[in-house]
């Protein structure tokens, strides 16, 4: 199982943009499909955004149109592309490889540390 570490969180006024990374302990090549996720206290995890290896991608309906998703397997990163963020936005940030339930890794300690993004005036 490959690991993921999150990074380039922070804080942002309303409208400002914010780029993730998600660099992998190993190669990406074989992994089909990774996904973002985020989690704001008191809240559910949620799914933000998927790619797969073939360049498809999806969105939460909440972030369609401002979020885009991208992967570079040369270097083992997913990436998060994030314009016109909101208050709403704030949250967790976390990545996942897509082959594996929520709750495998929940049961398996397979969650990165996450990158904390603010979203605030």
């Known amino acids: 199982q490959v690991q993921f570490v999150e990074s380039g969180g922070g804080l942002v006024q309303p409208g400002g943009s914010l780029r993730l990374s998600c660099a992998a302990s190993?190669?990406?090549?074989?992994?089909?499909?990774v996904g973002w996720y985020r989690q704001a206290p008191g809240k559910q995890r949620e799914l933000v955004a998927t790619?797969?290896?073939?360049?498809?991608?999806n969105y939460a309906d909440s972030v369609k149109g401002r979020f885009t998703i991208s992967r570079e397997d040369a270097k083992n990163t997913v990436y998060l592309q994030m314009n016109s963020l909101k208050p709403e936005d704030t949250a967790i940030y976390y990545c996942?490889?897509?082959?594996?339930?929520?709750?495998?890794?929940?049961?398996?300690?397979?969650w990165g540390q996450g990158t904390q993004v603010t979203v605030s005036s």
């Open positions: 190993g190669s990406i090549f074989n992994i089909y499909q």
């Open positions: 790619t797969t290896r073939t360049g498809k991608t």
């Open positions: 996942k490889d897509q082959s594996y339930s929520d709750s495998y890794y929940d049961l398996n300690d397979g």
